[in-house]
């Protein structure tokens, strides 16, 4: 009797860390659960937390894990890198918006004025963390956070612990999800860096017609309240779009858990 307890008890550490290994390998990357302001040791609790809270409801899922410690270190590495092909692919809406506010930021003439970001204790471009921390309030306002952890029950459901299974289908949504990052950001500034894109023309016809006039000195200060302008104008379209782009996620994040189901 201790000896099937024992062998139990070990089947479900088994299942437990292949599952912390899923389950962490989403949250350290995905929106909101890997910001650098939660400290490491509650990123780690609410891993744990999590997966005991999912265990009970897989453990009827019968598992098949090979007997030796080498196969099971390879499916523990696919696991943790099917977490975080998922939670990257969350994490590729927040960076098109960073690049949206990178270029416009550009654009205005703050590529060189950056602020420091006590969390990371790095210098980020002004408009871009602007842009990211409206982002992540629209994440928050339409349960962008609870997407995010019904993903790992999506996967579950799709991909039994230790059954993972990349395919170049994978590899091809990952590079496609990334070339959309790109179209993303654009789409998201569009109205701003067409606005100074327009705003540069006209101060080049103006230097070009009335050249006494020192058109740095007075296009400067006009495209930073022009572009400031248009962005608090554009904010509703910004909502708009990003909220679009957020429904789609979970799509996307089921497309990409349907090319690692097994054969």
């Known amino acids: 009797m201790s000896m099937s307890v024992l062998q139990i008890s070990a ?8 599952l912390i290994m899923r389950v962490g390998g989403i949250l350290v990357v995905a929106p909101i659960f890997s910001h650098r302001s939660i400290p490491a040791l509650l990123k780690i609790g609410l891993i744990i937390l999590v997966s ?22 390879v499916i523990l590495i696919k696991e943790i890198a ?40 790095a210098q980020v471009p002004l408009i871009g963390q602007l842009q990211v921390v409206l982002a992540t309030l629209i994440f928050l306002a339409l349960d962008g956070h609870h997407m995010v952890l019904s993903a790992i029950g999506d996967s579950l459901n799709a ?18 999800g990334g070339v959309s990052t790109l179209a993303q950001g654009i789409k998201l500034g569009a109205p701003c860096i067409v606005t100074l894109f327009l705003m540069d023309i006209a101060m080049g016809v103006v230097a070009r017609t009335v050249p006494q006039m020192t058109i740095f000195i007075v296009g400067f200060p006009l495209k930073i309240g022009g572009g400031l302008l248009m962005l608090s104008a554009s904010l509703p379209l910004f909502a708009y779009v ?12 089921n497309s990409l858990i349907a090319t690692m189901r097994p054969l």
């Open 52 to 73: 005991l809270i999912i265990l009970p409801t897989i453990s009827s899922i019968k598992t098949e894990l090979p007997p030796d410690l080498l196969g099971l270190a």
């Open 82 to 121: 099917a977490g975080l092909i998922i939670g990257f692919t969350a994490q590729l809406l927040f960076i098109g918006v960073q690049f949206a506010g990178d270029l416009i930021g550009l654009q205005m003439g703050f590529g060189i004025v950056n602020v420091m970001d006590p969390n990371s204790e």
């Open 11 to 18: 089947l479900e550490f088994e299942k437990l860390l292949l």
């Open 242 to 253: 990003f909220a679009k782009l957020l429904g789609n996620l979970d799509t996307q994040i």
């Open 159 to 176: 991909i039994p612990l230790g059954q993972i299974n990349f395919t170049g289908s994978t590899a091809d949504l990952i590079v496609r």
